[in-house]
């Protein structure tokens, strides 16, 4: 048996209060790092109570410690981005991993898609990735570990999906191009590409469309949050030491033909 054994590691997830980000951050804790869970703190206070609530599942597993903590910064904004790397670190004292996961969708034909709509999707998904990236690379750790959520739309192409599938595309090529930078400290930079998840975002996706989307899946099931956790525990680990500059696509076996 060969462990996956993150103790005395310090994870930062963005956009972990639900979905995707929520699993994540879950899965590293129960490897045994330390968890800073990120939100953007919405008007309306929901994200936060659910990122409170993910904490509170966390500590609810490990009383003793208390290793994890909910930390607000909207990643479109470089001030609160670094805010919120500060924070971590004044918790926790050191950051090995960053698993950039906060995302949106606007989805649009191009013909009816605003600027605005263009604009909010590339701010948050490649620009924020950016913004993590940018304010975390010169304190993580040496053998630390960036974990970028890329997705197969980059690839397929997805009708009403512009802003979406270019900012997917970006976050593959920061990818490679941080992976060169950050080697020489032997920090490994990797993005994982997701097929349709049976999260909130996935369940927004018309009835008929998923029902033809999931004929093009070879294992002939949407993937569950914890099949892309666990690509991105691999990731985190020392397991991947030698794996850097990849966008691993975790869809089922669907790709483009």
Known sequence: MI???????????????????????????????????????????????????????????????????????????????????????????????????????????LKNMSDDEWQAVIDTNLTGVFNVCKAAAPVLADGGRIVNLASIAASLGFFGQANYAAAKAGVGGLTRVLARELAKRAITVNAVAPGVVLTDMGATIPEAERARMLAQVPLARFGEPDDIAGVILFLCSRLSGYITGQTIHVSGGWYPT
Do not use: C, K, Y
Request: hydrophobic letters at 55%.
């Open 3 to 109: 462990p996956i054994d993150l103790s005395g590691t310090v994870a930062l997830v963005t956009g972990a209060s639900q979905g995707l980000g929520e699993a994540t951050a879950l899965m590293l804790h129960r490897a045994g790092a330390s968890v800073a869970v990120n939100f953007w703190d919405d008007p309306a206070g929901a994200n936060r109570l659910r990122a409170e609530a993910v904490v509170a599942r966390m500590d609810a597993q490990d009383l003793s410690a208390r290793r994890a903590v909910a930390i607000p910064a909207d990643v479109r904004r470089p001030a609160e981005v670094a805010a919120m790397v500060a924070a971590a670190i004044a918790r926790f004292g050191r950051l090995d991993i960053v698993v950039n996961n906060a995302g949106i969708l606007r989805d649009r034909t």
